[in-house]
């Protein structure tokens, strides 16, 4: 007996279902406020899987930027390199300008997580070209002024559009900071290249520049995004290597072929404290 109630239990359910379902008034003001909201949850939806694209792109071109970047230490002219690059990040940036075009109008925080890493990486690839030709970091003012675009009517970006409107995309803050985070792992990986081939001043150029950088996020502490504990400890391992290269070079450096510099230094591990990565 109670096995029979229990099978005509969802019969009953969706009997009941269907029966409101067709008792429902379509014309009632709560059903039509309902379609509003389901309008409005799916063109976000639809926005935000367009921006989480948009930023694929944006990521998957700045690392083939920072890959470019590198053979700077391998080429004899080093602007062509960087020349080359620079196209590369006007690419970059008309992606960007995308991402603007897609926020106009919209709270910026409720679409961040769509795009944040695509701008992280942008700006690990920006500020590296930057510093290999002005052996500086740029500044977050530097990046957010080339990042004005103009629109045209149809929605592409141009450089003369007739009627256009110009659009603005501002890295946040803490985009920025990752980026400069992540930036350090290239530097380290530039040092050791430019051992490779026998240039021994970069090492303690990037690391008395490091260094800078290593104390300015220390300052930050957990007053930062949750995300700089994390890189903090990768920023101190990579600093660790460059002065692990600085030291070798200049206690035995005149024992070690050039040629065998960059094997030493890949093959020597940088022993830290594990309490160092705790902020």
Same mark, same amino acid.
């Given at each position: 007996m109670h096995k029979q109630k229990a099978e005509g %239990?969802?019969?009953k359910i969706t009997d009941a279902a269907q029966y409101c379902e067709a008792s429902a008034d379509l014309s009632s003001p709560v059903i039509a406020a309902f379609k509003v909201f389901q309008k409005e949850l799916d063109t976000k939806h639809d926005k935000y899987e367009r921006l989480v694209k948009i930023s694929r792109d944006v990521t998957i071109e700045s690392k083939r930027t920072i890959f470019l970047l590198h053979r700077v230490t391998s080429v004899p002219d080093v602007e062509v390199v960087l020349n080359e690059a620079d196209g590369k990040l006007d690419g970059v940036r008309q992606k960007i300008g995308q991402i603007a075009e897609e926020l106009k109008g919209e709270d910026i925080f409720q679409f961040h997580?769509?795009?944040t890493a695509g701008i992280q990486e942008y700006v690990e690839a920006a500020s590296f070209h930057y510093y290999i030709r002005h052996r500086s970091l740029i500044s977050l003012e530097e990046i957010n002024a080339k990042l004005v675009f103009m629109i045209g009517d149809k929605g592409s970006a141009d450089t003369h559009p007739i009627g256009a409107q110009v659009l603005t995309f501002q890295v946040m803050p803490s985009d920025? =900071? =990752?980026g400069i985070a992540d930036l350090t792992?290239? =530097?380290m990986r =530039? %040092?050791?290249s430019s051992v490779g081939n026998g240039d021994i001043d970069t090492p303690f150029q990037l690391s008395q520049f490091l260094c800078q950088i290593h104390d300015g996020f220390s300052f930050i502490g957990n007053t930062g995004p949750y995300e700089v504990s994390k890189k903090l400890h990768t920023l101190r391992q990579s600093l660790g290597k460059?002065?692990?290269a600085c030291y070798t070079l200049r206690v035995r450096g005149s024992e070690?072929?050039?040629?065998m510099l960059a094997d030493v230094f890949s093959s020597r591990n940088t022993h830290m404290d594990p309490?160092?990565?705790v902020v």
């Open positions: %239990c969802p019969q997580r769509a795009f920025y =900071l =990752l792992g290239e =530097l =530039l %040092c050791i460059v002065e692990d070690i072929p050039k040629h309490e160092e990565g």
